[in-house]
């Protein structure tokens, strides 16, 4: 069993809720030199439980989808608002598992005949009840950590639609690594779901940009649009709108 010291547990809990926070970031809140913070990171790293990364750090764990649905509350509420409004009426659309993608059904009220295709369990509670809803959710394995049904039977089933939007999640996306995810058999569904669609919208939250998951989803080029919080560097955006993607901050 790995044995951790107090601090050590503490920054875990950290990245855990924000894996992008910096070393200056978390020393600050621990009261301890940012020397100090560099010695722990590399312990963890060490010990298989951090991915360095520069100036920073994410667990090598993924925390449940419960847990991160906690991270960034208000922001994820808004992009999944401002993801609905894209919504018409008659459409048949994915939504891909995440921690933002499901919100979005609660705001699809008074949209009438939407057809929802997904590998997403959280989204059954909000559309049994709005009736203009039907509910396609496709076969496979359920993973209760990440609320989501994977594998290649899900991948599979998703070739079976065509779709007017699809409204995909990240673990991270960035103009050099494009998007991407911490785990292969979520960044195939991503794919698969852009595949299927005529118009791909990222929703993600600012945490997610410059970060690098572990699997590689495809390059920005082949989304629509990202939709994201004021929290993006101005920077970031000017960037992305300059690549030829269309970005709603929110």
């Known amino acids: 069993m790995v044995q951790m010291l107090g601090r050590e547990k503490e920054i875990l809990r950290i990245l855990s809720e924000d894996s992008g926070k910096t070393v200056t970031e978390i020393s600050e809140m621990l009261e301890v030199s940012a020397v100090t913070i560099r ?17 920073g750090a ?12 906690k991270h960034m509350v208000e922001e994820k509420e808004r992009i999944a608002k401002a993801a609905a409004s894209h919504v018409e009426d008659g459409d048949n659309i994915m939504i891909v598992a995440g921690t933002t993608t499901p919100l979005m059904v609660k705001y699809l009220l008074g949209k009438r005949d939407i057809h929802i295709v997904t590998n997403s369990t959280l989204i059954y509670p909000q559309a049994r009840i709005n009736p203009s809803i039907r ?12 609320e989501a049904i994977l594998g290649p039977e899900a991948i599979q089933g998703l070739t079976r639609f065509h779709v007017q939007k699809a409204f995909l999640g990240a ?15 979520v960044a195939e569904i991503v794919k698969m779901a852009a595949s299927r669609s005529e118009q791909s919208l990222l929703l993600a939250d600012s945490s997610k940009y ?24 101005s920077s970031a955006s000017k960037a992305l709108e300059e690549f030829g993607l269309s970005v709603e901050l929110v």
Request: charged share 20%; no cysteine.
């Open 171 to 185: 673990d991270g996306f960035s103009l050099g690594t494009g998007i991407t995810a911490d785990f292969v058999e």
């Open 58 to 69: 994410f667990p090598a764990f993924h925390p449940s989808i419960l847990e991160r649905q």
């Open 135 to 146: 509910l396609t959710v496709v076969a496979g394995e359920f993973r209760p950590s990440a």
């Open 210 to 233: 410059g970060r690098a998951g572990f699997a590689h989803i495809m390059g920005l080029d082949v989304l629509d649009g990202i939709i994201t919080d004021t929290g993006l560097p």
């Open 39 to 55: 010695s722990d990171l590399k312990t963890l790293a060490d010990k298989g439980l951090v991915v360095r990364t520069r100036g």
